[in-house]
């Protein structure tokens, strides 16, 4: 039987003989402790977030062919996709025609939607009355054309030929009334057109009334550009668009293409006003 000896007083140990153990390192238990729980809580941490993995890669696999349901689909993920009217779950990634249907209660409820025939409801006065209307054409510009000279009298179709009258009844003040238009071979000029429709052109270098038959040189004979005439302010002088330097003129209060120049005798006779319409 081991004799018990008392371990010596650690008090003074250069009195009784005792000396500490340095076969080992101080602080060695507690290092391996240290260690120890670092393994531990590493291990912890490779095993959590392998846990973790495992049920996406489940869910990844159960998604291909069916729906998770609400348990399944954990982890944080929020779906704001809206619910069919059936209350089934549409797959993600798919489009539902039944949910759009459902989703737009505007179109399934329109009478085209539906089939239906029942007729579109008339549109409420307040509706109507503020659709914009049509702007009305501008009257066509009449003009008559009066003499300079003899002011009394003025432009008048009679058996086709313009003449130069006095005006009298309805029927006269009718034929001496005309639409102005942009001339038919220039728009800046113009061409005269009578009540029933006829054109005032120049033929043999008289005027008269004519049917447009379509031809260039109608178009040419009916087109006069205006110029301000050097007799008398305000009024105008009637050159022909084919026949530069000659003018519309009265002689013998017959009207007629004659040549201008300052060598020409009454020159009075080729200025005209344009007044308003007599018609």
């Known amino acids: 039987m081991p004799d018990n000896k008392s371990r010596p007083s650690q008090e003074q140990p250069w009195e009784n003989g005792w000396a500490p153990d340095t076969s080992r390192a101080p602080g060695t238990r507690r290092l391996w402790l240290a260690g120890g729980l670092a393994v531990a809580t590493i291990v912890a941490c490779v095993t959590a977030i392998a846990l973790n993995d495992k049920p996406v890669d489940d869910k990844s696999e159960a998604g291909q062919g069916q729906t998770l349901s609400d348990d399944e689909t954990g982890g944080g993920l929020i779906s704001f996709a809206t619910p069919s009217a059936s209350g089934s779950t549409t797959p993600t990634g798919k489009k539902s ?45 009449q003009r008559s054309v009066r003499s300079v000279n003899y002011p009394d009298r003025y432009w008048h179709v009679s058996g086709g030929l313009v003449k130069l009258d006095q005006v009298g009844g309805s029927e006269s003040r009718e034929d001496s009334t005309f639409t102005v238009v942009k001339g038919l071979a220039d728009s800046s000029c113009s061409t005269f057109v009578t009540a029933d429709g006829r054109y005032l052109r120049h033929r043999d270098f008289v005027l008269r009334a004519e049917r447009n038959d379509g031809s260039t040189l109608f178009k040419q004979d009916a087109t006069f550009c205006a110029v301000p005439s050097s007799y008398s302010s305000g009024a105008v002088m009637l050159e022909s668009v084919n026949y530069p330097g000659r003018f519309l003129r009265h002689k013998n209060f017959a009207l007629r293409l004659d040549a201008y120049g300052y060598g020409s005798n009454h020159r009075e006779d080729f200025s005209f006003n344009l007044v308003d319409g007599l018609a």
Do not use: I
Not at 112 to 140: L, N
């Open 97 to 141: 025609t039944t949910a759009s249907a459902s989703a737009s209660p505007k179109t399934s409820s329109s009478p085209e939607a539906q089939g239906s025939s029942t007729p579109h409801a008339p549109a409420s006065p307040a509706a109507s009355s503020t659709t914009k209307p049509s702007t009305p054409k501008p009257a066509a510009t």
